[in-house]
């Protein structure tokens, strides 16, 4: 059996090409931390994670001197056992945060590893639902200088020309009238017909404000509202759930199974954004997906399309991979050396071993350094 040789670690911090906004915060840097584990028979499965805008040395103090010495000499397949020794040994510096994504990180280069070994792509070795492509939905809609109702009517538009049947943007940054107004033009823009959905992150303090917008979005009736309020209060999830007939989403910075769990059991939820690299890996999502399912409660993903396309076509109640067509967001599309591709709103999934793809080392170089445990 393979056993866990080394394992490499890096923090990349790279440059957005424009400033992005949200509702309430600005980016001009993304900060990644990715891992290659090799095993003792040659073959090298990766994982990654994004950190946030600043703190990448977090990450990597975390693999280098808590979680790698873990791993090393370890038998790669017993991934239920190695994600519990990680979990153990950062009890009193993680449970969240970025040791958490440090985690998921490394579980996830656990599972890449064993499907190389075993020569098949990652969806397959997982067990499939679907397995040459996925349902997804184009992200975007962000917040620049300059930039009018009609012109984020034009880009939500351009989605749809894509081939897209679903689309998302951000809202919560303006006044209700303002963003209603924004809404508008996206809905007249895209038809009737094409899944609207909305992403406030974490913009609302509380019901009472959220309502004044929400009041006015649900006539143009958006698939969901994505993270109106800071992912700790799920008292006002739930409450906002109650109040609106628009599908609530959250948990896309939710870590670990029994954060998920509250919320579902307080109906705070009805559609989970999980991100496979927040929340404690591969072995961790799998583990809220299916106790979401006997919830009656779907998944759609966070953010990198990379990890997620091959999860939700292993989940037979995840709908949408979140996808993001160039690197003015995701920038992390610069660090690989392999892009998905899409057809017709769908994510084609790679058909090569693992995860399908590496990281581009070129790359890695000009944002970043290795370093090793062994």
């Known amino acids: ?30 900060h990644y931390g990715l891992v290659k584990v090799r095993s003792d028979d040659g073959v090298e499965g990766i994982g990654f994670c994004y950190v946030g805008s600043a703190g ?9 001197q808590l979680l790698a010495p873990v791993l090393i000499g370890k038998d790669s397949h017993a991934v239920e056992g190695l994600w519990s020794a990680m979990y153990q ?29 075993q020569g098949l792509p990652l969806h397959k070795y997982l067990g499939a639902v679907e397995l040459e492509s996925v ?13 009018t109702p009609a012109m984020l009517g034009h880009e939500m538009a351009s989605y749809v020309d894509k081939g897209f049947k679903a689309v998302k943007m951000k809202t919560g940054r303006l006044s209700p009238k303002e963003e209603e107004a924004r809404l508008k033009a996206a809905r007249d823009a895209v038809g009737p017909d094409v899944e609207l959905m909305m992403d406030c992150n974490n913009g609302w303090v509380d019901t009472t404000q959220a309502m004044q917008y929400i009041r006015r979005f649900e006539a143009y009736d958006p698939y969901f509202i994505e993270e109106p309020f800071g992912p700790d209060d799920i008292e006002s999830h739930a409450k906002l759930a109650r109040l609106t007939r628009i599908p609530v989403a959250t948990a896309e910075i939710g870590y670990g199974r029994w954060y998920h769990k509250e919320l579902l059991d307080k109906g705070a939820a009805s559609i989970l954004q999980t991100d496979a690299l927040v929340c404690g890996g591969i072995s961790e999502w799998k583990r809220i997906a299916a106790t979401a399912a006997s919830y009656g409660v779907v998944m759609c993903p966070h953010w990198f399309h990379d990890v997620h396309a091959p999860l939700v076509a292993a989940t037979p109640n995840a709908r949408y991979v979140e996808f993001f067509w160039d690197d003015q967001v995701l920038n992390f599309r610069r660090l690989v050396d392999r892009q998905l591709e899409h057809k017709n709103g769908r994510v084609i999934l790679h058909q090569t071993p693992g995860l399908g793809f590496g990281f581009d080392e070129k790359a890695v170089q000009q944002y970043g350094r290795w370093g090793v445990v062994q």
């Open 1 to 30: 059996m393979p056993k866990i040789q080394s394992i490499h670690f890096c923090a990349a911090a790279v440059p957005l090409d424009r400033v992005t906004s949200f509702s309430n915060r600005t980016v001009s840097t993304r």
């Open 56 to 64: 990448g040395s977090l990450f990597a103090a975390a693999v280098e």
């Open 89 to 117: 040994e950062s009890l009193l510096q993680g449970r969240s945060g970025t040791v958490m994504r440090a985690i998921s990180a490394l579980d996830t280069a656990l599972w890449d590893l064993n499907a190389r070994t």
């Open 135 to 147: 349902p997804a939905y184009a992200s975007g809609g962000y917040y620049l200088d300059g930039k």
